[in-house]
């Protein structure tokens, strides 16, 4: 594998659609209202995106250290893991893509939010913790994702502060119904990580990294799968049926719930047969992040 094909593995392209989700929904919700703003979108994009990759790499590496990736492991390779990439090239990295998150956030708050000081403040707290979170994760001696706190951040920042605050940037106006949408997508990529973590269970606990997964077990944790699915749907049910005018062709987004449902029947299967290659999991940990990334394009896209 060529250098930078060990590199764009590194970063994980794959999960940057589950990022932009909420800045996505975010926007629909903007251009309803026509307060949308298309360069305050972009940069508000481009530094979801960063602090994804950012994330992933800072994961990477914190996962490495502590020695959760191992032989063991039956998620996709890493490359510090694997050897392909050295520990201070992972370092560069980290600290390149924080540079280039903040470059990206302070830019966007100079064009979004002019000379509104309040709004300074709370923003450059918000982008402060992103930041943080994206690299302690599994990095540090803080790496709450090992003290089972990976999940609330996750709904946070993929959901709460994605949408709302992304909306608030474009007209610096703010409403309790955005938390509603919010909700839904922060609830369904909190999914995403309990798959991710139902399939690491066996290697998390070896490694003690305490996760939600390993401290409630794998039975426990598919009811709680199902409780974020089903919250996800009331709330954006909810929260339609709560604008003027709806006509029924609106609701076409929860098509996006259908493949949910069929992963939830999968991943039962696998639980009660005790299914450990990792591969089902997998395969239901991109069909959750892709359908997730699909309810998000489909609210915004009817809401236009």
Known sequence: MSNISVWLSELRLRTLPLAAASII???????????????????????????????NLANDYGDAISGVDNGKRVGPLRA???????????KIAILLTTSLVVVSGITLLVIALGSNSTSWVVFLLLGLLAIVAAITYTMGKLHYGYRAMGDLAV?????LVGVVGSYYLYGLTFSWSLLLPATSVGLLSAAVLNINNMRDIY??????KTTLVVLWGLKNAFIYHLSLIVG??????YYFSQLENVQA?????????SPLIKS??????????????????????KNTALSTFVFSLLFALVLI
């Open 25 to 55: 929904l975010g926007a629909g919700i903007a251009i309803q209202a026509q307060i949308f703003d298309l360069l305050i979108f972009s940069l508000s994009l481009i530094t979801a995106l960063l602090l994804q990759i950012l994330s």
């Open 80 to 90: 510090m893991q694997s050897g392909a990439i050295s520990q201070k090239s992972l």
């Open 155 to 159: 709904f946070l920042f993929f959901g």
């Open 203 to 208: 290697t998390d606990k070896e490694a003690h």
């Open 232 to 237: 996800a749907f009331i709330c954006a049910v």
């Open 249 to 257: 062709w609106q609701f076409i987004f929860l098509l996006s719930f």
């Open 264 to 285: 939830c029947l999968i991943l039962k299967e696998a639980i009660s047969k005790d299914i450990r290659d990792g591969q089902v999991f997998n395969d239901e940990l």
